[in-house]
Structure formats: C-alpha cells, structure tokens
C-alpha cells in the first residue's frame, strides 16, 4: 500500500506550489486592480504620509524680511498585519474505500482529493481579502463577523468621513448636482493628485433607486433611443462623470456593502490603496 501521507508530493513546499497554481476565482475589487501589492519582510506595515501645506503670500514692501514657509511633519503608522491561517485535515476514511485502486491511481485520487480542499480553502482565502480590501475602501476594515474592527483608517489617519445623501426616495433631486458635490470633495482631499475617474460601488437597494430615479431616467431616454432603460446595467454605467456599479459581496450573512450604501473614491491615484503580505509561519 502506498504511504501518501508521508510522500514527497505532499510536502509544505510541494502543497504551496500545488495551491499557487489552482484555477483563480476572479473578485472585483482584485479585478479593478485597485491595490498595489507589496511582500514586506515582517508582520508590522509602517506607513508614512507628509501632506504638504499651501498658503497665501502676503506681499511686502522691497527690502522687508520674507514670508517664513511652515513644513507639515512627516506622520508614520503601523499597522500589524493580521494572521489569517487556515487548515483543513484529510482523514484515512476519506480515502479508505479507494486503497484498492492501483498505486498511481491511488496518488491521483488523493492528489485530487487535496487539491478539491485547497480549492475550499482558496476560495474561502480569496473571499476573505475581498472583504479586507472593500473594508480599506469604505475606510473601516473589519474582521469575518462584520462587526469586530480591524482597522479604522478615519482614526489612524485622523480625517472625518464624509457622507453625502443623495435623496434617491424624492423626485425632484437633481442628481447631477450630488455627483458633483461627491467629485468636489473628493478633489478638495486629493489636492493636487491625479486621478483617472470617480467609482462608486453600491449596494443593489442604491442602485435600483438610482437607476429608476426620474432625473437619471430622462437624462437617458433619448440616449440611443433609450437603450438605457432597457438594457441591465448593473456591470457600471456613467452619470455625471461617477461610475456606478452594483457590487456583489456577501458570505454567510456578512454583507461587504449594507443594503442602501454606496461607496465613492478615486481610481488611479498612485499608492492609495496598498495591499501588504506578511511572511506566514513557514
């Protein structure tokens, strides 16, 4: 009888390789390519901003001392990177009614077995960054109940969350005008970073009230001979220069966008979003 267990194909390192090659399962956020991703050395990620400062210069008279600039500090933060481990175990029942089959048979079926956990495990992995990275944009990263905090990036960066009300339940809301109050104030934050667009990731609830809101209806009724109307849009459409998308995110009852939320930020700012892998224990 083959010993599998203790076969080298089932070492720490051939089952690391083994999972690094498994087919991915795409999430949006991993898809919109928003995260700079960086392996770094240690458990602790240290960040660094300096938000340079404007001001106005008086003028003065020829020969008077000259205005005398203020620096802004250099503020650093760590952040300790959560361990997230996960581990699933194959007992000899799982395998025991297939022990009859010739040797290399044996190893294919084991193998594959192996392979269909660490395609759970993976998925589950996968599912769970998604619900990290959504949590960094909403700036409130949480842990896998959806409640416990992880990170609260208004508190260690000390900026006020800014929220908007877009008044979806009235007709008469001039949704243009929202859109741009959201543009501006993210412009005001930005200062003078670069951007490529505004995305909103919404809630379903969010969307549908968007969508079939009297100003957003008739701004596209001639567009293409209403095509809008007809056509599903949930994958983003453009109003007012903001994208919009109904996101998709739920795992048990944890749902990554609450019903009738909608989060808004900027797309190609560089090292906005950053995404750290710590070393694992081995």
């Known amino acids: 009888m083959l010993d599998i267990f203790n076969n080298n194909a089932f070492s720490a390192v051939s089952m690391t390789q083994s999972i690094n090659i498994l087919p991915h399962q795409p ?13 770094i050395s240690t458990t602790t990620a240290v960040v660094g901003n300096n938000n340079g400062q404007l001001s106005l210069l008086p003028t003065k008279a020829r ?9 802004s500090k250099k503020n650093v933060r760590a952040f ?21 089959l ?8 084991a193998a594959t077995l192996i392979n269909q956990r660490m395609t759970t495990m993976r998925s589950s992995m996968e599912a769970t960054i998604e619900h990290l990275k959504i949590g960094a944009v909403k700036g409130n990263i949480l842990d896998s109940d959806g ?3 992880l990170f609260n990036l208004f508190t260690e960066f000390g900026i006020s969350e800014t929220a908007v009300d877009f008044v979806l ?38 969307f549908d009230k968007l ?4 100003k957003v209806t008739a701004a596209y009724e001639r567009w293409q001979n209403g095509d809008f109307l007809r056509a599903d849009n949930r994958r983003g459409f453009t109003f007012a220069s903001i994208t919009f998308e109904e996101y998709r995110g739920k795992v048990g009852s944890v749902d990554f966008i609450p019903a009738g939320d909608a989060r808004f930020f900027p797309v190609g700012v560089m ?12």
Do not use: W
């Open 27 to 39: 999430r949006r956020i991993e898809q919109m390519g928003l995260f700079d991703f960086e392996g």
């Open 63 to 71: 020969g008077d001392s000259p205005t005398q600039m203020s620096h």
């Open 80 to 100: 300790p990177v959560p361990h997230i481990p996960a581990a699933d175990v194959i007992s000899p029942g799982d395998v025991q009614n297939l022990l009859a």
């Open 102 to 109: 010739p040797g290399s048979q044996q190893m294919a079926v």
């Open 147 to 149: 409640t416990s905090v």
């Open 169 to 206: 339940g009235t007709a008469t809301t001039n949704i243009k005008n929202k859109c741009l109050e959201v543009a501006r104030g993210i412009e005001t934050v930005l200062g003078s970073e670069t951007y490529d667009h505004i995305h909103c990731l919404c809630s379903s609830t969010f």
């Open 211 to 214: 969508t079939s809101h009297a």
């Open 271 to 282: 090292g906005l979003f950053k995404h750290f892998a710590a070393p694992g224990n081995s």
